[in-house]
């Protein structure tokens, strides 16, 4: 039997990899203060990250 695809894991790294890209292609993603077209996609990456964290902190306990 194959095991379901983890659809949080997936879209936590989708996330990052559309949020890293952006950045180095974005000099003024680079800053200290995401451009307008960025802000959006590092907030997704950062809220996928943090729920995927969550999601692990109580599968350990």
């Known amino acids: 039997m194959t ?4 659809d949080l894991y997936i ?12 950045t180095a292609n974005c000099p ?16 997704r990456f950062a809220r996928l990250q943090d729920a995927y964290r969550t999601r692990q902190s109580k599968q350990q306990r």
């Not at 095991?3 to 983890?6: G, L, R, T, V, W």
């Not at 879209?11 to 559309?18: C, L, P």
């Not at 003024?28 to 907030?43: F, L, S």
């Open 28 to 43: 003024a993603c680079q800053g200290d203060q995401p451009c307008v077209d960025g802000a959006p996609i590092h907030e």
């Open 11 to 22: 879209r936590y790294m989708k996330a990052f990899q559309d949020s890293t890209e952006h």
């Open 3 to 6: 095991a379901k695809p983890d």
